[in-house]
């Protein structure tokens, strides 16, 4: 079993930063490939970054370059540092734990981007 807490949402002017993190209990996040995903409204949740166990990441296009997912295994916990934040960057952001072929979800943070 995997519960998942966000925190570091929050109100940004475009062009800031912000970073995300997602805390973790449970024995299995030292395996898991751990993700953040993202929600606009009317819109439907898409992959922001994802990173696995080992270390390998990937990135959504429209955020690579800015975005940064990291994890340490010591805390358990992953992180997301955005930068160059854009007002199409506004969603809800989901963490997501993968792990022998179940999966979790944190309950999201809300991160706006004003223009």
């Known amino acids: 079993q995997v519960q998942l807490v966000e925190s570091g949402g929050g109100l940004v002017q475009a062009g800031g930063s912000l970073r995300l993190s997602c805390a973790a209990s449970?024995?299995?996040?030292?395996?898991?490939?751990m993700g953040w995903y993202r929600q606009a409204p009317g819109k439907q949740r898409e992959l922001v970054a994802a990173i696995t166990s080992g270390g390998s990441t990937n990135y959504a296009d429209s955020v690579k370059g800015r975005f940064t997912i990291s994890r340490d295994n010591a805390k358990n916990t992953v992180y997301l540092q955005m930068n160059s934040l854009k007002p199409e960057d506004t969603a809800v952001y989901y963490c997501?734990?993968?792990?022998?072929?179940?999966?979790?979800w944190g309950s999201g943070t809300q991160v706006t981007v004003s223009s």
């Open positions: 449970g024995s299995e996040f030292s395996i898991a490939v």
């Open positions: 997501r734990a993968l792990a022998r072929g179940r999966q979790w």
